[in-house]
C-alpha cells in the first residue's frame, strides 16, 4: 500500500462549485500534510501545510486534516477556471511522499 | 530573481548515453533535492543535499548521482541511461531545515527525459 492514497480522477466541476479534494495516508510518523497545486507543464507549487488537525483557511482554499482517521482534504470555494491544474497531496516526516494528483477541471 | 532553474528542458537520449540535467537557484537556499514524476506514480525523490558538499539518496536513487560544490548548483547525473529513466524531472529548493519538513519548497519547471 502507498503511504499517501490520492484519487487521479479526473474530476469536472462547473464554475462557482465548491470542490472537494481528499487523500488518506497510512504512516502515523507523518508531521506536516501539504496541498501542491501543478499547472501543466510547471513545476508544483504549494498552497498551504497544515501541522495538526482541524481546518487551516487561505482565501478560498481550506485544508483540513484528521490525523485519527489518518484522512486530509482539500476545499475550494467558488472555484474558477484558473483552478484547473493537478492537486497534489503530500506528507512529511522529514522527507516528503506524495500522492499520485487529482486532475481539476474547472468549466466556465 | 530567476528562482529556480533547470535546464535543458527537453532531451532525448539513446540507451546507454550518459547526461546531466542542471539545476541552479538564486534564493541561497540550503537545501536542494531532485524529484521524477511518472504517470500513475507521483512525485518521488531521488537525491538531496543539505548544503554544499553534502548530499544524500532518497526514494529511487538508482541509476543516478549528485554532487553539490555550491550553494547554487546541483546537478543531476545519468550514468547509463535506460527506458525506464523516461520521466519528467524537477529540481527543488528550500530555504533551510524548517521549509524542508513543511514542505516549503520551490520547484524549477521541469526537465523532460525521453531514453530509446
Known amino acids: 500500500q502507498k503511504e499517501v492514497e490520492q484519487d487521479p480522477g479526473p474530476l469536472s466541476v462547473p464554475e462557482g462549485a465548491i470542490v472537494s479534494l481528499n487523500c488518506t495516508y497510512s504512516?502515523?510518523?507523518?508531521?506536516?500534510f501539504m496541498w501542491y497545486r501543478q499547472y501543466s507543464r510547471k513545476g508544483p507549487e504549494l498552497l498551504m501545510y497544515?501541522?495538526?488537525?482541524g481546518n487551516k483557511e487561505d482565501g478560498r482554499f481550506t485544508a483540513q486534516v484528521d490525523k485519527s482517521s489518518k484522512y486530509i482534504s482539500l476545499f475550494i470555494r467558488d472555484s474558477q477556471p484558473s483552478d484547473s491544474a493537478t492537486y497534489l497531496c503530500?506528507?512529511?516526516?522529514?522527507?516528503?511522499?506524495f500522492g499520485k494528483g487529482t486532475l481539476l477541471t474547472v468549466n466556465p | 530573481n530567476a528562482g529556480v532553474t533547470q535546464t535543458p528542458k527537453f532531451q532525448v537520449l539513446k540507451t546507454g548515453q550518459s547526461m546531466t540535467l542542471q539545476c541552479a537557484q538564486d534564493?541561497?537556499?540550503?537545501?536542494m533535492s531532485w524529484y521524477r514524476q511518472d504517470p500513475g506514480m507521483g512525485l518521488r525523490l531521488i537525491h538531496y543535499?543539505?548544503?554544499?558538499?553534502?548530499?544524500d539518496q532518497g526514494e529511487v536513487p538508482n541509476g543516478y548521482n549528485v554532487s553539490r560544490s555550491t550553494t547554487e548548483d546541483f546537478p543531476l547525473r545519468l550514468l547509463s541511461a535506460a527506458p525506464s529513466q523516461t520521466s519528467v524531472y524537477f529540481c527543488?529548493?528550500?530555504?533551510?531545515?524548517?521549509?524542508?519538513?513543511?514542505?516549503?519548497?520551490?520547484f524549477g519547471e521541469g526537465s523532460r527525459l525521453t531514453v530509446l
Open positions: 534564493m541561497n537556499h540550503e537545501y
Open positions: 504512516n502515523s510518523a507523518f508531521q506536516y
Open positions: 503530500a506528507g512529511s516526516n522529514y522527507k516528503l511522499t
Open positions: 497544515s501541522y495538526s488537525s
Open positions: 527543488a529548493s528550500s530555504y533551510s531545515e524548517r521549509e524542508w519538513y513543511t514542505g516549503e519548497l520551490f
Open positions: 543535499s543539505v548544503g554544499a558538499g553534502i548530499t
